[in-house]
């Protein structure tokens, strides 16, 4: 047990999208990627039917980030830019740092040239009692673990 080290608790966590999106996101999911599979199938000299499994096209999920609705535009600003069709100055390199208890980093995943595709406010309804939430959907070009 000297060597035990505790999974990661899912709510210490910080979204950095190279200081431009900040606020307290509530919600992440999106983390990974997958591959296609490509089946070939083969007989071989005996007769026997073989299905080979080949890795087709890589695919990176889009991330998904929700949080309470306040007054910072920071995500809204950022879409329009897609919106106006500057899709290339919108692109941002950004970061998902998971922490241990003891507030330290321990964990990250660093995501390449990623734009806002989808921007959502929340559902308004007047005799509710739940927080407004927005949704921010990111797609992007790469995400890998680098601790």
């Not at 999208?17 to 296609?36: A, N």
């Not at 290339?88 to 595709?117: C, H, T, Y």
């Not at 959502?120 to 007047?126: C, M, N, R, Y």
């Amino acid at each position: 047990m000297a060597n035990r080290s505790d999974p990661l608790v899912g709510f210490h966590y910080a979204i950095d999208i190279q200081g431009e999106v900040t606020g307290y996101f509530t919600e992440c999911s999106g983390i990974g990627s997958e591959h296609e599979v490509i089946e070939h199938k083969v007989v071989d000299a005996d007769g026997h039917e073989h299905i080979l499994k080949i890795p087709g096209r890589l695919k990176w999920e889009n991330i998904t980030l929700k949080r309470g609705i306040t007054e910072n535009m920071d995500i809204w600003d950022w879409r329009d830019m897609v919106v106006q069709g500057k899709v290339d100055d919108a692109r941002r390199e950004g970061s998902i740092i998971m922490f241990d208890q003891g507030l330290q980093e321990v964990a990250r995943w660093n995501f390449e040239k990623a734009w806002p595709v989808k921007v959502s406010g929340p559902t308004v309804k007047a005799d509710s009692n739940e927080l407004g939430i927005e949704e921010l959907v990111i797609t992007h070009e790469g995400l890998y673990r680098v601790s």
